[in-house]
């Protein structure tokens, strides 16, 4: 399958400070990247979903001026956490898709483990 | 609202024994239906996925069951292994690709 590559693993962060994770698709072009989040023993719930280009469709109860995300080229999306606080702890997970895929299945990222402190 | 029904929330299996995750949706749009495989601290990694025409796909100890009329399919894992342990997620798609998750199911299989 292909490969995204999410980066930082895990980060500690103060709280009131900002935190950026990037998301790579590694060996093809992601024509749109979603952004999830995961609480412990729970599902993942979608954040927003960008395009290349295009400004993100967060989903219903979820801040985009809290939760920024920027897909500048169709390898790389990066979710900006500002001001964060600790009820932002919690596992961020990327994943990508192409359109060039014969399915419409999307790669997912190894998440980042967000903890503010 | 949870547009796709997974249950069991977790299950215990011996080595050995088949695991049955089942899952159901209302979405006529749904055009496809992955599941994935989630270790602790990891993201979820494609296990195996089919589309609504065809009813039954197998891959290795791995194979979903499609019952479109029913709106439910379920994932078999064969001869369970103590590494299979882990949480799987059932997941269904439109054509957008925006995939719509389940609750996701805690697997354990004992020595």
């Known amino acids: 399958g292909a490969v995204v590559s999410q980066h930082p693993s895990w980060v500690i962060c103060k709280s009131g400070t900002s935190v950026k994770i990037e998301c790579r698709s590694l060996d093809f072009q992601a024509t749109t990247m979603f952004w999830y989040r995961q609480f412990p023993k729970q599902s993942l719930m979608l954040m927003a979903t960008?395009?290349?280009?295009?400004?993100?469709?967060?989903e219903q109860g979820v801040e985009k001026d809290k939760f920024l995300i920027n897909h500048a080229s169709l390898t790389l999306s990066t979710l900006t956490v500002t001001s964060a606080h600790p009820e932002d702890s919690s596992f961020y997970i990327c994943?990508?898709?192409?359109?060039?895929?014969?399915?419409?299945?999307?790669?997912f990222g190894q998440g980042t483990r967000l903890t503010v402190v | 609202q949870q547009q796709v029904k997974q249950s069991p929330q977790s299950l215990i299996v011996q080595k050995g024994g088949i695991s049955i995750i089942n899952c159901a949706y209302e979405n006529t749009a749904f055009d496809y239906f992955p599941w994935y495989q989630q270790f602790p601290g990891k993201g979820p990694a494609l296990l195996i996925a089919?589309?609504?025409?065809?009813s039954e796909k197998k891959e290795g100890r791995f194979t979903i069951s499609f019952n479109k009329s029913a709106k439910q399919f379920s994932l078999h894992i064969m001869d369970s292994q103590p590494g299979d342990s882990a949480t799987y997620f059932c997941a269904a798609t439109d054509s957008w690709g925006k995939l719509q998750f389940g609750a996701g199911t805690q697997v354990v299989v004992t020595p």
């Open positions: 960008s395009n290349e280009g295009s400004k993100a469709t967060y």
């Open positions: 089919i589309r609504p025409d065809v």
């Open positions: 994943s990508a898709r192409s359109d060039s895929f014969m399915n419409t299945e999307a790669f």
